[in-house]
């Protein structure tokens, strides 16, 4: 298949598409795709998306599971061109993305599927993420947003106590397991391909945000992560150089003038804060400085970008700016809750 073609409208009624990049991951597939045989939710297909796996991944694949297909890249080419190639290689009405290391809970699938037919407005879902290897710990309930343009996830790390039993809008899905509509992509587009990596699943929900789409958090969706299982820490010099680029990617696309404006005082504070903590947790100057360049080479392409979004852009700069607000409350909140809980346990060891 040509990279270059569109995605296709033509699909299958019901069927749900469940795309998987895979970089080296062949201990994970095992775990990951025989949970995925299990769904009680039948009209389902898998495609693992190998991006120049050098571990017998793809061999792998082909011997233990021949229903599934698998194209293949000769070289990684990333998170996002991996997911748009297994995107346009799908068939189904409902496109999942799920990480290579995650296993998912048997109605993980029918759950999302029901969450489509209750919630016509949203064009994506969330889902509950606990930890791989410890199931009372929440890996995350969705993306958050903060209006100096530093991401999150609501809930990480926190003890999964029943907090977020509850169904809810947020702001985006993680693209490490999430469901789409093909209507959605098909309207504003797939993965921006010029993120490589990182934040390109708060792209795509600010993106679909900004369109009129709404996304909705499915507590009966659950799915377990292991987390960092291909690129590393969160303080690698690869996360922090792509986390660098497309934290100032992200607002130059999504964030529109007069919030721009509103926004600054807390772009430079935030921006500022991630350059901080980048140096005292990791040393990590040199990749911070080199993601900051790769913005500014990729200026001229985020703002072509930047006017598309803008031009289908079909809700209000004030619900736009709710949004971030409300996300960026939450992860705060999260943050507190999981500070008096260390404090809590450091107090009575």
Not at 37 to 47: G, M, N
Not at 99 to 115: E, F, P
Request: charged share 25%.
């Amino acid at each position: 298949m040509d990279d270059k073609e569109p995605l296709s409208k033509e699909f299958e009624p019901g069927l749900v598409s469940i795309v998987i990049p895979n970089w080296n991951g062949k201990h994970f597939l095992s775990g990951c795709l025989d949970s995925l045989l299990k769904q009680t939710y039948e009209k389902v297909e898998i495609i693992v998306v190998d991006n120049g796996s050098k571990d017998g991944s793809v061999e792998f694949l082909k011997e233990n599971y021949p229903t599934v297909k698998v194209p293949c890249f000769a070289v990684n080419t990333g998170f996002s061109v991996a997911v748009n190639r297994g995107i346009k290689e799908s068939r189904g009405e409902f496109i999942a993305l799920i990480n290579n290391d995650t296993v998912v809970d048997a109605n993980w699938v029918s759950a999302l599927v029901k969450g489509m037919a209750e919630h016509p407005e949203c064009g994506s879902l969330g889902c509950k993420m606990l930890a791989y290897d410890d199931h009372s710990l929440l890996d995350g309930v969705g993306d958050g947003y903060r209006r100096g343009g530093l991401p999150g996830r609501i809930g990480h790390r926190e003890k999964d106590t029943g907090l977020f039993d509850k169904g809810r809008y947020i702001l985006g899905a993680c693209g490490g397991a999430a469901l789409y509509r093909r209507s959605l992509l098909l309207d504003i587009g797939l993965f921006d391909e010029d993120y490589f990596a990182y934040l390109e699943d708060v792209d795509i929900g600010l993106r679909a945000q900004s369109a009129g789409y709404k996304c909705y958090y499915i507590p009966e969706a659950i799915i377990y992560h292991l987390g960092c299982g291909t690129t590393g820490s969160g303080y690698s010099p690869l996360v922090v150089r792509l986390s660098s680029q497309n934290n100032f990617n992200t607002i130059i696309k999504n964030i529109p003038n007069a919030l721009l404006i509103k926004f600054l005082p807390h772009i430079i504070f935030w921006q500022a804060y991630y350059f901080a903590v980048v140096i005292v947790r990791g040393g990590q100057v040199v990749p911070w400085l080199e993601g900051a360049l790769g913005a500014v080479k990729l200026l001229p392409k985020m703002l072509e970008k930047r006017a598309a979004i803008n031009a289908k852009r079909r809700v209000p700069h004030s619900y736009m700016e709710q949004i971030i607000v409300e996300s960026e409350r939450d992860l705060e909140e999260a943050r507190k809750r999981l500070y008096q809980s260390k404090l809590s346990q450091a107090q009575n060891s």
